[in-house]
Structure formats: C-alpha cells, structure tokens
C-alpha cells in the first residue's frame, strides 16, 4: 500500500488533509489538528504524508491533492516548503515575500493557493511565552535560513528589531536570505560564519533555532551560551522532542526557553479554519492533550 493509498483509508471517505514531510513520522500536527476535529464535532481527517524531496514526488502529491475529490490540502514541513511553490496554482503575497509555503489550501475549482502562517504561529507563540520581551531591545540572532527562517526573519525584521545577526551552515544561504529581507530604514541584518556561532550571541535578546540540529534523528546543535545574556529569551521551534538540549541549556543558566509546540499550535489554525470551516483557539487543553499523544 502506497502512502496515498493508506492515507485515503484512513480518512474513509471524509474530508481531509496531511502534514507532508520527510521525515513526517515526528511530526505533532495529526494531535493537535484532530484535537480541533473532535473538539468541534467535525467528520474530518487529517493524517501524515511522506514525501520524497525529488520534484517528481512534489508533482504527484500536488496531482494527489487536485484529482482527489476529499482532499482540503495540507502542511508542509521540511524539506519541502520552498520546492512546492512553482507546483501551485497560487501563491499568498504573504507567502510570496517570504518565499516559503507551510499551507496548502484547495479552493472549490480544485486550484491549490500556497500560503504561509509560520511567522503568525512564531510571533503569538514568542509573545505568549516571553510577554516581557520587545522587539526593541536588542539584537536578535538566528540560526537557519530555510524555509521557517524566512518566516522567523520577516516577523522580527517587521516587529522592529534594531539588529538581526544570522548565522547558518551555508553562508551563501544566509546571505541571500539577508539580501531579501534587509529594511530599508537603515537598520541591518549581519551574516555571521557559523564557526563564530557562539560569540555572535553577546548582547542579543533573542536567539531562535530554525534548523533541523537537536530535532529527534538529526544531529546535535552545538552552541555554547556563555556569551548570551542572562535576559535573553532563547526560542527554539523544533517540537520534537519537546526540550532540546538548547532549551535545557537555556532553562539552566536562567534564560526563558521557548519551545516549538506554540509555534506549531498557532500555526496550524490558518489551515484548519480553510480546510474545515471553522474558527479555532489554541488552549492550553490542547496543548496538554498534544503532548499526551
């Protein structure tokens, strides 16, 4: 059986949609999307899409979700949330200056419209988990420039932070990511060398995790934090597992830890009200029964 053809025996017949990913077997949005599902009462579905990071294997899950009468569209996790974008009918003017899709949404004539909520679900997590902190205050640093990094630098860059120093493995990467989103009113966004990752935290505020080190299966971040600030928030938007070994860093030399189930909580409410038809909360009920899965 095909994952296509085990996820249509699961929804049986129902409206549905998928996380789309590889890896996606980690992946939490199944709980927490199908605690909506029965907290509203909806006969809905939403399952878990392996998807090869070939084009090829964009291209049948993008004739999958148009052909298939049932499908509402989907979420995209890594690697895919750059290379699906040609494949659409649509792209959001959000996700076009971002330059990344996280949500795929089937409008009634069967057209999929990419769409991107990653910096909606950052910033309502990063507020709700450091209600102190301001954009204002100081520099922030980030590590990553895929598809979340994108969605992570345009939110900061637009909440007004002074100064954003990024850092990731391939510098060119960095650099054209810095390039795109770089304000015109003078403030800058630094292209850091990720061997220098660990003295380019002094005096930041905030530093956020975007890459896939420390998510379960993938290699380790190492990061050493004596350079951070007591203060600082560290955020770190992987979810799985919950507390990486930078967060448990953080939450013992006194810094606020952020995890990644907020972001992916908030995130996922854009998708689900498109594809279901209505209006969702992120609860700490929720949250609960999301970790209990």
């Given at each position: 059986?095909t994952?296509?053809?085990a996820?249509l025996a699961?929804?049986?017949?129902?409206p549905?949609?998928?996380i789309?990913g590889w890896p996606?077997e980690?992946?939490?949005?199944?709980?927490?999307?199908?605690?909506w599902?029965?907290?509203h009462?909806?006969?809905g579905?939403?399952?878990?899409?392996?998807?090869?990071?070939?084009?090829?294997?964009?291209?049948?899950?993008?004739?999958?979700?148009?052909k298939?009468?049932t499908?509402r569209?989907?979420?995209l996790t890594l690697?895919?949330k750059?290379?699906i974008?040609?494949?659409?009918?649509?792209?959001?003017?959000?996700?076009e200056r971002?330059?990344?899709?996280?949500?795929?949404?089937?409008?009634?004539?069967g057209?999929?419209?990419?769409r991107?909520?990653d910096g909606?679900g950052f910033?309502?997590?990063?507020?709700?988990g450091?209600p102190?902190w301001?954009?204002?205050?100081?520099?922030?640093?980030?590590?990553?420039?895929?598809?979340?990094a994108r969605?992570v630098?345009?939110s900061?860059?637009?909440?007004?932070?002074?100064?954003l120093?990024?850092?990731?493995?391939?510098?060119?990467?960095?650099?054209?990511l810095?390039v795109a989103f770089?304000?015109?009113?003078?403030?800058?966004?630094?292209?850091e060398?990720?061997?220098?990752?660990?003295a380019?935290?002094?005096?930041?505020?905030?530093?956020?995790?975007t890459?896939?080190?420390g998510m379960?299966?993938?290699?380790?971040?190492d990061?050493?934090?004596?350079?951070?600030?007591a203060?600082?928030?560290?955020d770190?938007?992987?979810?799985?597992?919950l507390e990486?070994?930078?967060?448990?860093?953080?939450r013992a030399?006194?810094?606020?830890?952020?995890?990644g189930?907020?972001?992916?909580?908030?995130?996922?409410?854009?998708?689900f009200?498109?594809?279901?038809g209505r209006k969702?909360?992120?609860?700490?009920?929720?949250?609960?029964?999301v970790?209990?899965?």
């Amino acid at each position: 059986m095909t994952p296509y053809e085990a996820l249509l025996a699961e929804a049986r017949g129902r409206p549905f949609a998928a996380i789309v990913g590889w890896p996606v077997e980690h992946s939490r949005s199944p709980a927490l999307h199908g605690y909506w599902l029965k907290e509203h009462g909806i006969d809905g579905h939403y399952g878990r899409l392996p998807v090869e990071p070939k084009r090829e294997a964009l291209e049948a899950l993008v004739a999958f979700l148009r052909k298939t009468a049932t499908a509402r569209g989907c979420n995209l996790t890594l690697p895919h949330k750059i290379d699906i974008m040609p494949l659409l009918d649509r792209i959001h003017p959000d996700a076009e200056r971002i330059g990344a899709v996280n949500t795929v949404i089937k409008q009634p004539d069967g057209s999929l419209e990419g769409r991107n909520s990653d910096g909606f679900g950052f910033v309502s997590a990063l507020k709700q988990g450091a209600p102190a902190w301001q954009a204002t205050d100081g520099p922030a640093v980030v590590l990553g420039a895929g598809g979340a990094a994108r969605a992570v630098v345009a939110s900061l860059v637009d909440a007004g932070v002074p100064e954003l120093r990024l850092i990731n493995r391939t510098q060119q990467a960095a650099i054209t990511l810095g390039v795109a989103f770089t304000p015109r009113d003078g403030r800058q966004i630094m292209i850091e060398r990720w061997d220098e990752r660990s003295a380019v935290l002094d005096g930041a505020t905030l530093l956020v995790n975007t890459t896939s080190l420390g998510m379960k299966g993938q290699p380790p971040l190492d990061l050493d934090l004596a350079r951070l600030p007591a203060n600082a928030v560290v955020d770190d938007i992987v979810s799985v597992p919950l507390e990486t070994a930078l967060l448990a860093a953080a939450r013992a030399r006194g810094n606020t830890p952020i995890d990644g189930l907020g972001m992916l909580l908030h995130q996922g409410r854009m998708g689900f009200e498109a594809w279901f038809g209505r209006k969702v909360e992120v609860t700490e009920a929720q949250r609960q029964a999301v970790l209990a899965a």
